[in-house]
C-alpha cells in the first residue's frame, strides 16, 4: 500500500482551521486518486460532492448499496449522476454472507438486539467499506459534530485506526442550517426523505422521521440507545500516528 509521509500531528492542526473546500483541495492536491469520498447521498454528501468536484471533475466518489436502502436514496444517486456526469463506484455486501444471515436469521434481525444489529451492518456496510477502502490513503466523509454524542470529538482531519488511512471530515463544523444554505444556493439535488421529517437517511427498516427538535439521529436505530448508535463505519476519536 502506498502512502504519502506527513506529521500527522502537525497536519491535523492545520487542516482543522481550513474551511470546507480548502481542506478538500488540500487533500485533492496531496491524496488524488488515492482518495475516495463515501457518500451515502444524505443532505451534507450532496454538498461535499459539490465541493469535491468543483474541486477536481474526475475526483473518486463510491457508495455501498446494503440491499435495504429507500428508493429516494437510490433517485437522488441517479440525479447526482446525471447532473455532474460522474461515474459513482458502488459496493455491495458479499453474496454469501447475506444469504447466509437470512436464512439464520431472517430478515429483521438487527431488532432483537445490538449484537444482531452489527452483526447485520457488519455483512452489508463494513465489509463491502473495507473492500472500498483497500489500498487507498485518504477517506472522505460528510460527518459533522453536530450530528450526536458519538460524533462530538470528530476533528476535520484524523487518523482511523479501524481502516488504517486518513479521514477527511470538510463539513464538522457546520451546522445543519449551513448545510441546506449551501444545498438551496446551488440547488443541489437531495433526498426527497428530507422533506419528509428524515434528517439522517440510512438503511430503510432501520431509519424513521423524527419530529421538529428530537437528535438528528434519533431516527437512526431508534430502539437502541445514543452511544450505539454507530453503523462500525465511523468509531470514536482516535489520537493520530503517521502514515
Ligand atoms: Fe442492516 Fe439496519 Fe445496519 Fe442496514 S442499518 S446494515 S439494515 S442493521
Known amino acids: 500500500m502506498r502512502r504519502t509521509a506527513i506529521a500527522l500531528p502537525r497536519v491535523v492542526d492545520a487542516v482543522e482551521t481550513m474551511a470546507a473546500a480548502e481542506a478538500i483541495g488540500w487533500a485533492v492536491e496531496r491524496f488524488h486518486p488515492r482518495m475516495v469520498f463515501a457518500s451515502s447521498f444524505g443532505a451534507e454528501d450532496v454538498v461535499v460532492t459539490d465541493l469535491l468536484l468543483r474541486e ?10 446494503t440491499g435495504r436502502l429507500h428508493e429516494e436514496t437510490h433517485e437522488v444517486a441517479q440525479r447526482i449522476r446525471e447532473r455532474y456526469e460522474v461515474e459513482i463506484e458502488t459496493f455491495v455486501p458479499e453474496t454469501d454472507a447475506v444469504e447466509g444471515l437470512l436464512r439464520a436469521k431472517g430478515a429483521f434481525s438487527f431488532r432483537e438486539s445490538v449484537a444482531n444489529r452489527k452483526e447485520c451492518c457488519a455483512i452489508r456496510k463494513v465489509a ?25 470529538s470528530v476533528r476535520r482531519l484524523e487518523w482511523d485506526q479501524a481502516f488504517g488511512l486518513l479521514k477527511l471530515n470538510p463539513l464538522v463544523d457546520w451546522s445543519e442550517e449551513r448545510v441546506w444554505d449551501y444545498i438551496r444556493a446551488n440547488d443541489l439535488p437531495y433526498n426527497a426523505l428530507h422533506d419528509r421529517g428524515f434528517p439522517s437517511v ?8 423524527v419530529q421538529p427538535g428530537e437528535d438528528i439521529r434519533s431516527g437512526r436505530w431508534w430502539w437502541e440507545s445514543p452511544e450505539q448508535k454507530e453503523c462500525g463505519l465511523h468509531g470514536p476519536r482516535r489520537e493520530g500516528g503517521r502514515t
Do not use: K
Not at 477536481?56 to 448499496?65: G, M, Q, S, W
Not at 472500498?132 to 450526536?148: P, S
Open 128 to 152: 463491502p467499506l473495507t473492500r472500498a477502502l483497500a489500498g487507498l490513503d485518504v477517506w472522505i466523509t460528510g460527518l459533522r459534530r453536530e450530528q450526536g454524542q458519538t460524533r462530538a
Open 56 to 65: 477536481r471533475r474526475d475526483a473518486r466518489i463510491f457508495t455501498l448499496d
Open 202 to 209: 440510512g438503511c430503510a427498516p432501520c431509519t424513521r422521521a
